[in-house]
C-alpha cells in the first residue's frame, strides 16, 4: 500500500493549444498553480489517464500510473482500468465527468494517497471505507489475518472453552480490516474491537454497518495505555487477541517520507524509543483476556521477535512466545504467543487434586 502524504505547491499546469482538429496537451511552468487548468477541448478516458501519468511522474508523486488508474477507473465505476472495454476507453468524457477526474487527481497531485482520493480500498475480499487520518491497511496485515483465520478454524480439543473458541479481540482497529474479514471469513466469530482514536472506532462501525456485520462486532473507544482497567472489564475470555500496532522506532519516525507524516495518524505508526511501548501493554493484558491456550497475533517491525521474546520470559509468566512468522518478503514480521497456566496455577491444581 502507498504511503503518501499532502503537499501544498505546484510547479506545472496544463495548456491547451489547438490546431483546427487536432489538440496537443503540455505542461508549462506555473508559479500561482496547484494544478493543471481544465482544458477547453474533451478528452477521452485513456488520454485522460495518460495526462495524469506524465503529470503524476514530472511532479514525483510516487506510483503515477496506478495513480492515475486507480482514480480514472474509480470514477468510471471500475476498481480497475483494464475491466473496462475499449468503448469506455476511447468514448470522451463528459465536461462533469472531467471536472471529477480534475478535483481528484489534484488532490493525488497535492499526494493525499489513493486510499484517502477515492475514499475507499479493498482488503482482502472486503471494499472498505477510508479517510484520513485513520491508518491504511497495508498487504502485510492481510497476511496476518491468514495466520489468525487458520488457527480459528483449527482449534479443537477438550482444553478450549467452546464458547471462546469463536471470540477474538483486536486491539487498534483502525478501518476495521482485521476484525471484519474475520468475521466476514468465520460466520460463527464474535469480535470485539478496540482503538484509541474516536476516527477509528467511527470509521469501524460505519464498515461493519455498511458490510452487515454489525451485529457480531462490538467496539469500544478504548485506549490500552491509558485504559487497562476499562479493557479488562470489557474483555475477557478471548481464544484470540490480533493487533497490528504502532511498532515503528521513534527515531525512524522522521526518515519516513513527508507523506505519511503529515496524513496518517502518527499515534498509529510509532511505537516509542524501541517500538514496543503499545506492544509491551499488550502483552500485560493478555493473559488477563485469554482463555487458557488462547493466542496473541502481533505484526511487528523485523527487530522485534528476539527484543519480544525476551521481554516476555522476563516479565509476563504466563505467556510463551510460540514461533516467529516471515511475511511473503521474507522478513520476520508475525509474532505468535500463548497463554499457559503458571507455575503457580499448576502448583494449587495439584495440591487440590492431593
Given at each position: 500500500m502507498?504511503?503518501?502524504s499532502?503537499?501544498?505547491s505546484?510547479?506545472a ?10 489538440r496537443?496537451?503540455?505542461?508549462h511552468?506555473a508559479?500561482?498553480c496547484?494544478a ?17 501519468r ?25 476498481k ?7 468503448e ?11 471536472k ?46 491468514e ?9 479443537s480439543g ?6 471462546s ?12 480490516a ?7 471469513s468465520?460466520?460463527?466469530l ?54 497490528n ?13 513527508p ?5 496518517e ?5 510509532d ?11 499488550i502483552l ?6 485469554l ?23 522476563v ?40
Open positions: 502507498w504511503r503518501m499532502l503537499s501544498t505546484c510547479r499546469c496544463l495548456r491547451c493549444r489547438s490546431s483546427g482538429s487536432k496537443t496537451w503540455s505542461f511552468a508559479s500561482a496547484s493543471p487548468a481544465l482544458p477547453a477541448g474533451r478528452i477521452t478516458t485513456l488520454q485522460a489517464v495518460d495526462f495524469w506524465r503529470h503524476f511522474e514530472e511532479r514525483g508523486v510516487p506510483e503515477p500510473e496506478h495513480s492515475s488508474q486507480y482514480i480514472i477507473a474509480h470514477l468510471l465505476g471500475a480497475t482500468i483494464e475491466s473496462l472495454d475499449q469506455r476507453l476511447t468514448e470522451f468524457l463528459s465536461q462533469e465527468k472531467m471529477q477526474v480534475w478535483q481528484l487527481c489534484s488532490k493525488r497531485l497535492s499526494r493525499m494517497p489513493v486510499q484517502y482520493v477515492i475514499e475507499e480500498w479493498d482488503f482482502r475480499d472486503l471494499t472498505l471505507k477510508m479517510r484520513p487520518p485513520v491508518f491504511i491497511p497495508r498487504p502485510e496485515t492481510e497476511e496476518l489475518v495466520l489468525v483465520l487458520t488457527d480459528l478454524q483449527g482449534i477438550p482444553e478450549v472453552d467452546a464458547d473458541q469463536q471470540t477474538c479481540l483486536e486491539v487498534g482497529c483502525g478501518s476495521g482485521v476484525s471484519l474479514s474475520l468475521l466476514k468465520l460466520p460463527q464474535k469480535a470485539f474491537a478496540l482503538d484509541r482514536s474516536l476516527d477509528a472506532v467511527d470509521l469501524t462501525r460505519e464498515n461493519a454497518l455498511r458490510l452487515g456485520l454489525l451485529d457480531r462486532l462490538k467496539i469500544y473507544h478504548v485506549d490500552v495505555m491509558k485504559g487497562p482497567e476499562t479493557v479488562l472489564s470489557l474483555c475477557r475470555s478471548f481464544s484470540a487477541l490480533v493487533s500496532p504502532p511498532y515503528l522506532f521513534s527515531e525512524d519516525m522522521m526518515s519516513l517520507q507523506e505519511i507524516l503529515r496524513f495518524d502518527h499515534a498509529a505508526l511505537g516509542g524509543a524501541d517500538g514496543l511501548n503499545v506492544i509491551k501493554h500485560t493484558l493478555a493473559p488477563h483476556i482463555s487458557n491456550h488462547g493466542r496473541v497475533y502481533l505484526e511487528v517491525d523485523p527487530r522485534h521477535p528476539p527484543l519480544i521474546r525476551e521481554w516476555v520470559d516479565n509476563v509468566e504466563e505467556l510463551q512466545y510460540v514461533e516467529t512468522r516471515n511475511d511473503i518478503s521474507g522478513r520476520p514480521r508475525f509474532c505468535i504467543l500463548q497463554k499457559e497456566k503458571s507455575n503457580k496455577d499448576y502448583e494449587l491444581e495439584s495440591g487440590l487434586r492431593n
